[in-house]
């Protein structure tokens, strides 16, 4: 089965924060915890609201599960991303900023098209957050550790 991906539009953002709030409280039993965690995330109501109007980032759907939020499905991942220009010595990169999911699945397709668009888009590299299984993601574009805190991957040979 494949997901229905689109672009982030600044109405999708109150349903990011559920989909976050609704993992936050998953992992997180302490209130006082989740507020702290709310402060340093990077999905952030300010943040998603900024990374809607660039037109980089993107949600992924399941159509099969129905959402009281969107008739094209329930929200199963999303990343937040914007180009950088003259990084590292690259005339143009890809930075995912946050990619989330709830399915191995989803964080395979939201990977896969993080990398075909800045394919597409003539980008040099993408940027990817090194957080907990996104390697086994995009293994297979052998990527290489940026700094501790982000991967990348080179889009062009």
Not at 60 to 74: L, Q
Not at 115 to 144: C, M, W
Request: net charge negative.
């Amino acid at each position: 089965m494949s997901f229905f991906c689109r672009t982030i539009q600044f109405e999708d953002v109150n349903e990011i924060l559920d989909f976050e709030e609704k993992k936050l409280l998953e992992t997180m039993s302490d209130e006082s915890d989740r507020i702290f965690a709310r402060w340093n995330s990077k999905w952030r109501q300010e943040s998603l609201e900024h990374y809607s109007k660039l037109g980089w980032s993107f949600l992924a759907r399941n159509k099969e599960i129905p959402s009281t939020h969107s008739a094209e499905g329930a929200l199963v991942g999303y990343f937040t991303a914007q180009p950088l220009l003259f990084l590292d010595g690259q005339t143009q990169s890809l930075w995912i900023e946050h990619l989330a999911y709830n399915s191995l699945q989803a964080r395979d397709q939201l990977s896969e098209l993080a990398y075909k668009l800045a394919r597409e888009k003539h980008f040099q590299r993408v940027f990817f957050p090194n957080t907990a299984g996104i390697i086994n993601s995009i293994n297979t574009y052998k990527p290489d550790v940026w700094n501790p805190q982000n991967f990348l991957v080179k889009t062009v040979k």
